[in-house]
Nanobody, 121 residues
Framework: QVQLVESGGGLVQAGGSLRLSCAVSGNAFSINAMRWYRQAPGKQRELVAEITSDHSTNYADSLKGRFTISRDNAKNTVYLQMNSLKPEDTAVYHC???????????????WGQGTQVTVSS
């Protein structure tokens, strides 16, 4: 079985930066797209950014230029560098990955437990 373990959240002042990490633990045959989502209180979960296994990226339009997603395939880890943070970025950030456990399996979505990011004004 695999798990996604997130880290790097916390409290930061507006204008500051944080770097989130999400590591896939356990044995996985293949990891395809990796994504970061966020959910603020009272709001729907939204896609922040995604990155494919060949490092193609896609971002929510409102976050382009401030957030950068990257991944280290050797470490099965995805990162989210968040700069110029605003109070409205406050949310629980979840990572998601499309993982194939064995060669004969199809890809399934796995989720991390979430990490809280709080931006104070």
């Amino acid at each position: 079985q695999v798990q996604l373990v997130e880290s790097g959240g916390g409290l930061v002042q507006a204008g500051g930066s944080l770097r989130l990490s999400c590591a896939v633990s356990g044995n996985a045959f293949s990891i395809n797209a990796m994504r970061w989502y966020r959910q603020a209180p009272g709001k729907q979960r939204e896609l922040v950014a995604e990155i494919t296994s060949d490092h193609s990226t896609n971002y929510a339009d409102s976050l382009k230029g401030r957030f950068t997603i990257s991944r280290d395939n050797a470490k099965n880890t995805v990162y989210l560098q968040m700069n110029s943070l605003k109070p409205e970025d406050t949310a629980v950030y979840h990572c998601n990955a499309a993982i194939r456990l064995y060669r004969w399996h199809s890809y399934s979505n796995y989720w991390g437990q979430g990490t809280q990011v709080t931006v104070s004004s």
